[in-house]
């Protein structure tokens, strides 16, 4: 996610002018002493959602299916004809993959091959502020369990106190109805939890494969400078990881830290394949999405409707934009690039277009192949600068030549955290750090990015977590810990270990660590071979002493 939306200056000047674009970086008032209530942990609480005006109940049939899986039936094929028909089962073709389904480097690490299948459903066809949908998980645990656990991200402070709200409205465990236990997890007062809980009746085996279908609702706050919100001017709605995702981590097993009440990413999610994506939106709505675009058909279930398809072979997250949009694609060096903008936006999908064509090539010669085989640009009135998805980014209505290390930072992303995963609460430096690094070395100011000071309470203090930013009461410091300080890092390890061969070990390091939830001791693993860089490392706080 983006934090500075203009170049670097004076960081209170920065933090001014992110307030004055609607960025997602809250003021220093918006983080208030924690409320305890019945059941939280010590660390949840903080500021309570508003009371507001409860949204209207959604009216007639979904348009995506109540039980059986997305789509309607078992099957939505059997529901909806495709302009480009796949069967549910057909793989996609080795020549266009999809989003972080391009076909991997030599040498890079493959995909985990017991990864979950997913297959979801967004109806947003009617009101924009109430959106319903479906999902189906098809998982494999590799120890036995007697929950499957899922995280509702629209749940965390900030994206609730902007008027966003995911509630779980059915769950079944292999065809069985269940009841799920949502546990706060760090919501505020007054909004569902962040951590859902489906309970297994006989458990899971180890090895033994389970399958979980869900429905929920989805409460869309108006003008959110977040992932999930919708524009009361021209009512486009954007969703980024605006369903319940399951929080399994290969290894560890089940990831239940409580949300954090602080700006940014607390997403930490293994891959899975997105089997389908249905999005059901109002004819003459484009649809962007994550994945190969499949095909889109007038729905045989809602009337006026029209379902859009996407699919993808290895995603950790899904985001889509629905709404009267400007569009463009753009063909970059084997990249489809698909961007949407609203009617009357400062820059035009072309400058969108070239800004991110431009950032495609200067970062791929740095760190490799661009990962994925499409990447949908959303720009939205209400999103403040820039959060990043796997294939996907949103950014906020401004110009991406005024602010020129927008795009490069958020791109960059498609690497850091994208490809090479990580848990962002815990080590948000691994992608945060990293995107800053990217973006300040191809817009030519790494040296001056490598002289930066942080601010004394937070100096060499480049690998603490999300929560430890947060107990500070001053979001400011985490955008200068991590962002800043963790560039500064970056650069000044690249000038020890010289630019051609830090170059080639970071390359090294998402090569190995593609596809997975990397951690710091990965990354210091990756530059073994160079002391100094270690010595940088371990000097900054980036990894143990």
Known sequence: ?????????????????????????????????PTARPGDTPTTGGEAVPPQTPPPRPRGPSGCAVSGGPGGGGDAGSKVSYEQPLSAGQPLSAQR????????????????????TVSLCFDVRSDPRVVRGSEQVTFTPGRRTCEIVFRAWPNKPETARAGNRLEVTSAAVDGRKETPKVEAAGAPPGSPGTLVKVPVRRCVAAGRTVQVDLTFTLTVGENTPERVGYSTRDRAVWLGTAYPLLAWQRGKGWVTDPAVDLFGETVTSEEFRLRRLDVVAPAGDQVLGTGQAVGSMPSTKVRGSVVHRFRAD???????????????????????VHVGVPDGSVASAGEWADATAAAIRALSSYLGPFPYHDLWVTVADGVGTGIEFPGAIQFGNVSPTRYPQLVPHEVAHMWFYGLVGNDQARD?????????????????TGARSA???APSRVRDRVGESMAWYAALRAPDLYAAGV????????????????????????????????HRIATPRDFARAFASRPKVIAILREYGAIPR
């Not at 000044?492 to 010289?498: E, H, L, N, T, V």
């Open 428 to 444: 948000p430096w691994l992608d945060e750090a990293l995107a800053e690094y990217a973006e300040t070395l191809v817009d030519g």
């Open 97 to 116: 993959l999809s989003a972080a389904g391009a076909p991997s480097p030599a040498g890079q690490a493959a995909p985990w091959k017991d990864r979950p």
């Open 314 to 336: 290895s995603v950790r997250d899904v985001a889509i934009t629905a709404g009267r949009l400007r569009t463009q694609t753009r063909d970059v060096d084997g990249v489809r």
């Open 1 to 33: 996610m983006t934090r500075r939306a203009v170049g670097p200056v004076v960081l209170a000047v920065v933090l001014v002018a992110m307030a004055v674009l609607g960025a997602c970086t809250p003021s220093a008032g918006d983080l208030t002493a």
């Open 451 to 453: 002289r930066f000071q």
């Open 483 to 514: 962002y800043r300080q963790g560039g500064a890092m970056l650069h000044r390890a690249r000038q020890a270990a010289g630019p051609a061969t830090f170059d080639r070990l970071l390359r090294g390091y998402v090569s190995a660590n593609a």
